[in-house]
């Protein structure tokens, strides 16, 4: 797979994407927001970077939406730490976007694909 | 480990966050930046590095400031907003909504501009015809509470124009009266010869008694109204009050006009107010340019102004607070009763007929208005026809909804998805609706304000029907009242076009939509929808066609109806010798000057002249004996006719020598009349069919004599003519006689003569007008005219309602045939892949043809059959507005359904065009 970082196709993607990308993260557990940008930037190897700037404002976001929910965390020995967790509203809108986001996959896909393949 | 903090907070000032959770986003941030940091180091990374790359996590911050600000707002402005139930945020949705839907507007700018054009036809359309008919019907005087205001009549349904009570009376009425705060009385307008600084002008005056203006309660604009005192024999001078209006055209809008001194009809009267722009007088349409007080008004007026002799025109007068009228009128009745007792000789058969006498109040809040009357039916039934237009435009746009839904059922199973609530979702979809509604309403109200102005031109340029000739002037400003109106109207509007597409948008089974772009929202539900609306659309129109077509055939039987006389080439201008101090017994001798001087003028074939012109709007009635006859039993009888009393009894005109054969009327037997019949030869009369059958059956009429009474006593009949219309062209023409002018004690006022020319009459009009000046310099000649327009004025109210209802009924054809070619488009691009199928499987261009355009024609005809019912149960209120053609006319119903067939398959040929245009290939790939 090519290195694609041009930041206009980045801009486009995050916008496109990155509340799902988000979202799919925090459905097996809840994490915070340096983790979520380093699996991100980790499973896309490296094609989708965040930094915080661009992290947070989509967190507050769907935080605000009720999507996912925010919470002070202590640990024994570490700093608190802000952990978001998936709300019941933000599954719900997780499984409508994956599937958004499939059929639109597949219908790029169908157009993309070579004639005669 | 750097410090982070001043870092973010530099990025967020300028947001004012709440302290709280400033400090926890900044904590939050600098948590994050901390662990990219000892990642970094732990990397391996120098210091410096390592700080210089945390720092770089926070590049694009404008976008995070710009990221918070919209989500730290109290509200999400986003369009996917989740949606709540929750009632607070009202206000807050509402603004939302709004904004939104205005960014929905302008991202379809051909939706939009189509709809808004659409809705401003029909929503403009309405506004016109509401202002007129507001002005004409609804509007109250600009007075003090005008609630209070009635006119005070003793019944008295011979006189029309008279409140039959006599100066004496409404003294005693407004004195003793415990019922009134005030009472006036006043004229009719009529035409007075002003001269200011040695300049003649005819203008209107109205004589109104000294409490005038302050029972009406009306101030002067500047200077002073008239006081009590203004209005006795005992002033000092004599004073006018002129309007707004003639000070801005003659006096140039200057002040110093208070003082000055105006010579009407020969005599100065000094000007001391004028009134306020708003105020056009009580009598609607008849906006006098000077008011003059009685008293003096009566010294330069005609004789028939001379009220306190007879009966005063009008009285009004303005009931205590709260008082009801009729407990006013049993009051008044008493004193009118005890008034007239005192009077009456002791025959106890008068007695009686005093006691059943009653006062009247109708109210005077509105003024008083012939023009009420004579359009109240016409504009109630234009507006009525402008809001079928309205419904037709809303269907389009509805149905322009409906495909727009469709195009946006992503969005909206989206947000039902996430939780919207339908409610909510229809509030959104309604709120669009009002914003396409208002703006739409907004352009309409520029095009009424357009419209409207000529509405007005058209309703005036009718003839006046309470003092035939002056011109009417009507207020009609697009004023709150208007606007509130058409607010409403887009309000209702809205709900009507926008109601039906949101509830169906929002009614989406919500899987298969957001699976699949397919389908979802039912697409045959979607055609159903709009093949129903269509069908309303072709029954409303068909109605308003069917009612234009029966005022068009009318209006064509009015025309070119038998009038009993030759309407080309006569000029008409009308005189008035009275209001330059002309005596009575002058006035014959001048007359004869003039007819004979202007037979002498070259191309005037005959000249004759008439009290009234022949379909002016006025006539005059006589009641007649004849000796050794008695007369009919219903003869003298008042009958109630659409509302008005009607006098049984024949009418009369007082006409010059050579008059039948000037205006081309047919003379069965007998002679014209001559210049031999003058005052002190035999006196004579001519009579119509209608009056010969009338009286004498099959006996013959000539020679035969009848009595005039006081207005001319006995004359013999010398002459028969056939039926001509005189007062209308709807009306049979009734029984008429005609008398030479010249022996008729009533027929020394107003003047109408009569040419007939050899060429087009107007060409003459500066000939004739500087042989009269030559005869007498100061005589004024108006409403020089021909008798054409004459005729054509006398229908203007028709010629209104036809023009109208006509430009309605084809803006209903064009919309409609807009809605049909909608609907079909969307029809045909649904079925794209059935027609590819069936041309794929050999079906012919012919075939596809006749697919789309059966399915067009169908919706056209059931239209059709629904809007021919509708209209054979609704055109009948329109009979006693109609002239010779029947409102279930055969020939007006046929031509009108081939209209609508023809313009329809228009509509469809297009989109069936399209239809045989489909690509197979590219319509199966689609599936």
Known sequence: ?????????????????????????????????????????????????????????????????????????????????????????????LAAQRSIWESFVAAINRVARPENA | MPD???????????????????????????????????????????????????????????????????????????????????????????????????????????????????????????????????????????????????FLENEAPEFKRSSNISYAEFERLRMQGQELSGACFFSYTTRVNANVSGQSEAVEGQMVSGGFFSVLGVPAMIGRTFTEDDDKESAEQAVAVISYRYWQRRFGSNPAVIGESVNLNGVPFTIIGVTPPEFLGVILGNAPDVFLPSVAG???????????????????????????????????????????LAEASGSSEKQQAIQKQTVNLPSAAQGFSELRRQ????????????????????????????????????????????????????????????????????????????????LVAVVTSSRNPVTSGSQLSLNVPLDARVFGFTALVSLLAAVVFGLAPAWRATRLELSPVLKDNASGLGGGGRVRWGQMLVVMQVALSLMLLVGAGLFIRSLINLKSADLGFQRENVLLFSVDPQLIGYRREQIGSLYRRMLERIGTVPGVQSVTLARQGLLSGGGTQGSIKIPGHTPPADENSFSEKRGEKEWNAPWFAQVGPRYFETLGMTLLRGRDFTAQDHETSMKVAVINEAFA???FGDEDPLGQRFDRGNDGGEVEIIGVVKDAKANFIQERTPRTFYVPFLQDPGAWRETTFQIRTVGEPMNLANTIRS?????????????????????????????????????????????????????????????????????????????????????????????????????????????????????????????????????????????????????????????
């Open chain 1, 1 to 93: 797979m090519t290195h694609v970082n041009s930041q206009k196709l980045d801009r486009e993607l995050k916008k496109g994407s990155a509340e799902l990308l988000i979202l799919s993260l925090l459905e097996a557990r809840p994490r915070h927001g340096y983790e979520i940008r380093k699996l991100i930037e980790a499973r896309s190897d490296g094609v989708l970077k965040f930094n915080a700037a661009s992290l947070y404002p989509l967190l507050y976001r769907l935080e605000k939406r009720g999507w996912i929910e925010g919470k002070w965390v202590e640990k024994a020995g570490q700093r608190r730490r802000r952990f978001y967790k998936l709300t019941k509203d933000g599954r719900k809108a």
């Open chain 2, 4 to 150: 982070w903090k001043p870092e973010i907070r530099g990025r967020l000032i300028g947001l004012r966050l709440a302290p709280t959770r400033e400090a926890a986003i900044v904590e939050e941030l600098s948590q994050y930046l901390d662990d990219c940091h000892e990642e970094l180091l732990a990397g391996g990374a120098t210091p410096a590095d390592a700080y210089q790359q945390t720092l770089a996590e926070l590049t694009g911050s404008e976008a995070l400031a710009r990221e918070l600000r919209h989500v730290e707002r109290p509200v999400a402005p986003e369009p996917l907003t989740h949606g709540t139930n929750r009632r607070i945020n009202m206000v807050a949705d509402l603004w939302q909504d709004l904004r939104f839907g205005a960014r929905m507007l302008v991202k379809q700018p051909g939706f939009t501009l189509i709809a808004v054009i659409t809705l401003a036809l029909g929503i403009g359309a309405n506004a016109a015809i509401f202002s007129l008919l507001d002005a004409v019907l609804l509007k109250t005087l600009p007075v003090k509470r005008p609630e209070q205001l009635v």
């Open chain 2, 298 to 340: 009566e010294r330069i007026l005609p004789r028939r102004f001379r009220f306190r002799d007879s009966s005063l025109p009008f009285i009004l007068a303005r009931l205590k607070p709260n008082l009801p009228a009729p407990q006013a009128a049993a009051a008044l009745t008493l004193t009118l009763q005890q008034s007239r």
């Open chain 2, 693 to 695: 059958h009338y009286y």
């Open chain 2, 375 to 454: 359009y109240s039916q016409p504009l109630r039934l234009l507006l009525a026809a402008v809001a079928l237009v309205l419904l037709i435009a809303c269907a389009n746009v509805a149905n322009l909804l409906l495909a727009r839904a469709t195009a946006r059922r992503k969005e909206i199973a989206m947000r039902l998805a996430l939780g919207a609530s339908r409610f909510r979702l229809i509030r959104q979809l309604l709120v669009e609706s009002l914003l396409l509604a208002l703006i739409g309403g907004a352009t309409g109200l520029l095009l009424a304000s357009w419209c409207s102005g000529l």
């Open chain 2, 771 to 927: 042989v009269v000046q030559e005869i007498e310099p100061n005589l004024a000649l108006f409403r020089v005219r021909t008798l054409a327009a004459q005729i054509d004025e006398s229908i203007g109210q028709e010629r209104l309602v036809t023009t109208l209802a006509s430009l309605f009924g084809l803006l209903a054809l064009l919309l409609t045939c807009a809605g049909l070619y909608g609907v079909l488009s969307y029809s045909v691009n649904q079925r794209t892949s059935e027609i590819g199928i069936r041309m794929a499987l050999g079906a012919q261009t012919g075939v596809v043809l006749r697919l789309v355009i059966k399915q067009g024609m169908g919706l056209t005809l059931l239209g059709i059959v629904i809007g021919i019912g509708a209209s054979f149960a609704l055109t009948r209120l329109l009979t006693n507005l109609l002239f010779g053609v029947n409102a279930t006319d055969p020939l007006t119903y046929d031509s009108v359904t081939v209209l609508l067939l023809v313009i329809a398959l228009l509509a469809c040929w297009f989109p069936a065009r399209r239809a045989t245009k489909v690509d197979p290939l590219i319509a199966l790939r689609n599936e």
